[in-house]
């Protein structure tokens, strides 16, 4: 019951459906040497509304350019990229991270909790995205 109450609060998020299965086979592949991430990931997954057209232009898909306000104070800007292609320096987000996994579907506006992987609690707000 109280995971359904957590998830009740989630945002909605929409993926297209190409992402959605190439993501569920990464976060599956991924549960034995990154549990916590490939099953947050995975979780985000089964929430999702896939679909195959008609995304909205401004919900964060793979290869989105994101820029949100961390609750830190600060804001940020990222692109949310599969794992061979991150680099933290030049501002490129794997989505097998805990930050990455939280920004997949979400669209501007909308702001989600997620934590880290010290398991420390954040939020973030999605301001503009990309594609």
């Known amino acids: 019951m109280a995971d359904t109450a957590n998830r009740n609060k989630l945002p909605p998020i929409v993926i297209n459906a190409e992402d959605h299965a190439r993501l569920t086979a990464l976060a599956t592949s991924a549960l034995d040497r990154l549990p916590d991430v490939?099953?947050?990931?995975?979780?985000?997954?089964?929430?999702?509304?896939?679909?195959?057209?008609?995304?909205?232009?401004?919900?964060?898909?793979?290869?989105?350019?994101?820029?949100?306000?961390?609750?830190?104070?600060?804001?940020?800007?990222?692109?949310?990229?599969?794992?061979?292609?991150?680099?933290?320096?030049?501002?490129?987000?794997?989505?097998?991270?805990?930050?990455?996994?939280?920004?997949?579907?979400?669209?501007?506006?909308?702001?989600?909790?997620?934590?880290d992987r010290a398991g420390k609690a954040h939020r973030m707000t999605i301001r503009s995205v990309a594609r």
């Open 38 to 115: 490939a099953e947050a990931l995975l979780s985000e997954l089964e929430r999702a509304r896939v679909a195959a057209h008609d995304l909205p232009k401004d919900s964060v898909q793979m290869g989105s350019t994101v820029a949100f306000d961390a609750d830190n104070g600060f804001a940020k800007e990222v692109t949310l990229v599969y794992p061979g292609e991150a680099d933290i320096e030049a501002g490129r987000i794997s989505v097998l991270t805990p930050i990455g996994a939280a920004l997949i579907g979400l669209s501007v506006g909308q702001s989600i909790d997620w934590l």
